[in-house]
Nanobody, 131 residues
Framework: QVQLVESGGGLVQPGGSLRLSCAAS????????IGWFRQAPGKEREGVSC????????KYADSVKGRFTIARDNANNTVYLQMNSLKPEDTAVYYC????????????????????????WGQGTQVTVSS
C-alpha cells in the first residue's frame, strides 16, 4: 500500500524548533520530488519547501527561508523538514506530498495549487506556535 505519513508536529513556543518527518511506505522516496505544504485556518494551502527528484535541489517560500531546511534520509525512506525560529504565523497543518514527475517541484512555492489527486499526499500534522 502506497502511503505517506507525517509526524513531528506539536505545540511549541515562539522561537522554538520542530522537525517534521514524512515517511513513505510502498514506494521509494528518492525516486520522487517531495514537497512540504501547509494550510492555516481560513487560508489557502501554500508551498513551504520542496526537494527535487534527481539533483536534490531545493526551494523555499520566502517566509521560511533561513529558518526551515528540507532534507532526505534515503536509508529511512523519509524526508524531514527542520523548522527553527518558529513564529505564530507558522501555525498550520503541514502536509507532505510526493511526485514522480516535475510539476510538484516546479510549482512548489507558486500560487498554482496542485490537486490532492495529483501525486501522493499525507494526512497532515498540526503545528501550533504559541506562548
Amino acid at each position: 500500500q502506497v502511503q505517506l505519513v507525517e509526524s513531528g508536529g506539536g505545540l511549541v513556543q515562539p522561537g522554538g524548533s520542530l522537525r517534521l518527518s514524512c515517511a513513505a511506505s510502498g514506494f521509494t522516496l528518492d525516486d520522487y520530488a517531495i514537497g512540504w505544504f501547509r494550510q492555516a485556518p481560513g487560508k489557502e494551502r501554500e508551498g513551504v519547501s520542496c526537494i527535487g527528484r534527481s539533483d536534490g535541489s531545493t526551494k523555499y517560500a520566502d517566509s521560511v527561508k533561513g529558518r526551515f531546511t528540507i532534507a532526505r534520509d534515503n536509508a529511512n525512506n523519509t524526508v524531514y523538514l527542520q523548522m527553527n525560529s518558529l513564529k505564530p504565523e507558522d501555525t498550520a497543518v503541514y502536509y507532505c506530498a510526493a511526485d514522480s514527475g516535475s510539476l510538484l517541484f516546479s510549482l512548489c512555492v507558486s500560487t498554482v495549487r496542485l490537486s490532492y489527486e495529483y501525486g501522493y499526499w499525507g494526512q497532515g500534522t498540526q503545528v501550533t506556535v504559541s506562548s
